[in-house]
Every structure is written in structure tokens, then in C-alpha cells.
């Protein structure tokens, strides 16, 4: 049975740092790409970023871009996400998501239950 | 920034047919997914790759692309399809960058 087990939410001030994991299971992790897609209370959805199943290919919504850092760890089974340059507006529930196809980037398909952040002062 | 367009609600009667629409200038060129999302729940995948359907999601749901619109179609909605329904999509710029619309609230009532 595939999971996705997301850790690291929590409350932060707003400028700090905060490093998001998801540990991965049931499924041959280096085999598929990621993504980190967020969801602001009482908001849709957001996609974060993704990266391939060999770190070869990332993306970043520009919303993100240059403050979050998206890295895997194949031999872990552990994706991870550094936001530095917290904003209010980071606030939301983070899910981590398997990708659909092996060996593709293609779209989240198995989504874990997510971990939320909170930045305020 | 590339953005997807959805309607903010759709509503209709039980039995009926329901119909969201996702706009998106590379819609022509770039798959279009289907997320329902239930309230408290992580999002499920109901059509991937503009009209196939997962393992497990019923018939009545099904999804076509013509152009710059993609179309969620369920035919007889039931009342347990109320839900929130995101489209997502990749941009063309090459820079691995994914997408959704805004979400539309679909009520069965």
C-alpha cells in the first residue's frame, strides 16, 4: 500500500526557515517524480514544486521561487522541502504526491494527508 | 504567469449532468487532470491525460479537451459527488512548472 507521510509543519515567524519531509512507502520511490502542492485554509489548491525521479528535472511556482528548495533523497525514501523567507501567506496545509507514470513528470496522482504551517508573529 | 480558468460553482439536481470547465492557453498542447477534493479529504484523481479514468472512479465520471477548453463531464450526478473539482495542467514554457484552476464548487441538490 503506497504512503506519504509529511513532517515538519508547525508555526514559524514570518522571514524564518522551516524544512518539510515526506517519508515515502510501498512503492519503488526512485521510480517516479514528486511534488509539494499546498492549500491555504479555505483555499484551492497550489502547486509548489516537482522534481523527476533522478533530480534532473524541478520546477517552482513562481510564487515560491528562489525562497523554496525541493530536494529527494532516493535512498531514504524521503522528499523534502526548505522554505526559507517564510511569508503569511505560506500558510497552508502542504501535501506531498506521488506521480502518476514511472520515469515521467507528469501530475500528483497519490497524495499524503499533508502537514501544516503556519507563519505569523 | 500561466493560469487555468474555472467557474467558481456549478449546481444541479440529482439524476442530471454536470459540467466544469477548465480554460488554458496551452490546453492545445499540454494534458489536462481532473482532482476532486472532498471536504476534510486529500484530493483524488478522477481523469488524467484529458478523458482517461482511474482504477476505481465510476463511469459517469468522464473528461474531453477541444482546443483551449478541457470539460469534466458527470452524467446522473449523485449527491455523493458534491465536491470541490480542480483542473491542473503543465505550462509550456518548459520549466516543469504545474498548474490548477481556481476549483469549482459542485452541489447536488
Known amino acids: 500500500e503506497v504512503q506519504l507521510v509529511e513532517s515538519g509543519g508547525g508555526l514559524v515567524q514570518p522571514g524564518r526557515s522551516l524544512r518539510l519531509s515526506c517519508a515515502a512507502s510501498?512503492?519503488?520511490?526512485?521510480?517516479?517524480?514528486m511534488h509539494w502542492v499546498r492549500q491555504a485554509p479555505g483555499k484551492g489548491l497550489e502547486w509548489v514544486s516537482g522534481i523527476s525521479w533522478n533530480s534532473g528535472s524541478i520546477g517552482y511556482a513562481d510564487s515560491v521561487k528562489g525562497r523554496f528548495t525541493i530536494s529527494r533523497d532516493n535512498a531514504k525514501n524521503s522528499l523534502y522541502l526548505q522554505m526559507n523567507s517564510l511569508r503569511a501567506e505560506d500558510t497552508a496545509l502542504y501535501y506531498c504526491a506521488k506521480d502518476m507514470v514511472p520515469a515521467t513528470y507528469s501530475n500528483p496522482y497519490y497524495w499524503g494527508q499533508g502537514t501544516l504551517v503556519t507563519v505569523s508573529s | 504567469s500561466y493560469e487555468l480558468t474555472q467557474p467558481p460553482s456549478v449546481s444541479v439536481s440529482p439524476g442530471q449532468t454536470a459540467r466544469i470547465t477548465c480554460s488554458g492557453d496551452a490546453l492545445p498542447k499540454k494534458y489536462a487532470y481532473w482532482y476532486q477534493q472532498k471536504s476534510g479529504q486529500a484530493p483524488v484523481l478522477v481523469i488524467y491525460?484529458?478523458?482517461k479514468r482511474p482504477s476505481g472512479i465510476p463511469e459517469r465520471f468522464s473528461g474531453s479537451s477541444s482546443g483551449t477548453m478541457a470539460t469534466l463531464t458527470i452524467s446522473g450526478a449523485q449527491v455523493e459527488d458534491e465536491a470541490d473539482y480542480y483542473c491542473y495542467s503543465t505550462d509550456s514554457s518548459g520549466n516543469h512548472r504545474g498548474v490548477f484552476g481556481g476549483g469549482t464548487k459542485l452541489t447536488v441538490l
Open positions: 510501498g512503492f519503488t520511490f526512485d521510480d517516479y517524480a
Open positions: 491525460e484529458d478523458s
